[in-house]
């Protein structure tokens, strides 16, 4: 059984950085693409960050991107989304998602395992 757990948020300032991490068992971690999302009060789910299986490559929101670095240890088994320079607008509860990356796409798409997720809230 897969689980995904978040850990890392927090209330920052506007300005502030955070890390979040995601501690994954129960899967045979190199075999699955790896991501972000988040969703605050209100609004749906949105994509924050994916990456490989082997973190060669990433792939970043619009909103996020060049403030935001996602990172991956696959002999941990474990995930992270290094976040700078954190706007009001950042504020949600972000969790990770796994998916197969056999016949699947590095995108935001078809994700199978979810964590709870951690609140981040971010003060002007």
């Known amino acids: 059984q897969v689980q995904l757990i978040e850990s890392g948020g927090g209330l920052v300032r506007a300005g502030d950085s955070l890390r979040l991490s995601c501690a994954a068992s129960?899967?045979?971690?190199?075999?699955?693409?790896m991501g972000w999302f988040r969703q605050a009060p209100g609004k749906e789910r949105e994509f924050v960050a994916a990456i490989s299986w082997n973190g060669a490559t990433t792939l970043y929101a619009d909103s996020v991107k060049g403030r935001f670095t996602i990172s991956r240890d696959n002999a941990k088994n474990t995930m992270s989304l290094q976040m700078n320079s954190l706007k009001p607008e950042d504020t949600a509860v972000y969790s990770c998602a796994a998916k197969p990356r056999i016949g699947t796409k590095l995108d935001d798409t078809e994700y199978r395992s979810w964590g709870q997720g951690t609140q981040v809230t971010v003060s002007s």
């Open positions: 129960g899967l045979t971690f190199n075999w699955y693409t």
